[in-house]
């Protein structure tokens, strides 16, 4: 059974950064990839982030690019969002989310992931 666990969420000044951690459990951490979604309250979950399995390709939403870097360690099963440059609206539960051989056409939707990490609340103050 695969399990997804996030850490590094907190509390932050506009400007600031943070590092969100994802450790996957329970299977072949290089065969999946990683997604960063977010979610805010009363509104839908959002695409941050994707890093595909074995390329290692990565894709941005508009909204963070340019700030935001998600990376992987396949010996670690780990993967990372480095924040910089934060801003009161990245304020959400941020999730990460895994697939086993995401296609590319998939990679922002929610519905194409099948597990999903309990969430870590990052909050930017102004």
């Known amino acids: 059974q695969v399990h997804l666990a996030e850490s590094g969420g907190g509390l932050v000044q506009a400007g600031g950064s943070l590092k969100l951690a994802c450790v996957l459990s329970?299977?072949?951490?290089?065969?999946?990839?990683m997604g960063w979604f977010r979610q805010a309250p009363g509104k839908d979950r959002e695409f941050v982030a994707v890093?595909?399995?074995?390329?290692?390709?990565?894709y941005y939403s508009d909204s963070v690019k340019g700030r935001f870097t998600i990376s992987r360690d396949n010996a670690e099963n780990t993967v990372y969002l480095q924040m910089n440059s934060l801003k009161p609206e990245d304020t959400a539960t941020y999730y990460c989310?895994?697939?086993?051989?995401?296609?590319?056409?998939?990679?922002?939707?929610?519905?194409?992931?099948?597990?999903w990490g309990q969430g870590t609340q990052v909050t930017v103050s102004s």
């Open positions: 890093t595909r399995a074995n390329s290692g390709a990565t």
């Open positions: 329970g299977s072949t951490f290089r065969d999946y990839g």
């Open positions: 989310a895994a697939k086993r051989w995401i296609i590319l056409s998939a990679v922002r939707s929610p519905d194409a992931y099948d597990y």
